[in-house]
């Protein structure tokens, strides 16, 4: 997102959550992704509300494996995650985090 790192972009789509008053599993699953492999890091994330958290360079199965994790998965998505390569799974992690932030900018009227 521009101008706006991970932490932000978590912070603000859990403020509006709240606003929503969406709670706890009904929230949207956040799979944070970064290159900082540090503890401090990756408890600071979780205590923002993420449920999931992937150190680059994120592979095939990695991704497979958390969004197996998080239950997100449907019965033909193995077939479809075989055709991703490491490009197109970093345009599909920017790509939903952008989908996430507007559809909650939409319902709150933040846009």
Do not use: W
Not at 8 to 15: A, N, P
Not at 24 to 43: N, Y
């Amino acid at each position: 997102m521009p101008n706006k790192d991970g932490y932000e972009t978590l912070t603000e789509i859990r403020e509006i959550e709240n606003e929503l008053g969406i709670r706890g599993l009904d929230g949207v699953k956040v799979i944070m992704t970064t290159a900082v492999d540090s503890r401090q890091s990756i408890l600071t994330t979780f205590r923002q509300g993420c449920e999931s958290y992937i150190i680059k360079p994120i592979g095939k199965q990695k991704l497979y494996d958390e969004l197996q994790n998080l239950e997100l998965l449907t019965p033909k998505a193995p077939q479809r995650l075989s055709h991703f390569d490491k490009h197109a799974i970093g345009s599909f992690v920017r790509v939903l985090r952008r989908t996430v932030v507007h559809s909650l900018a939409i319902q709150t009227g933040r846009h």
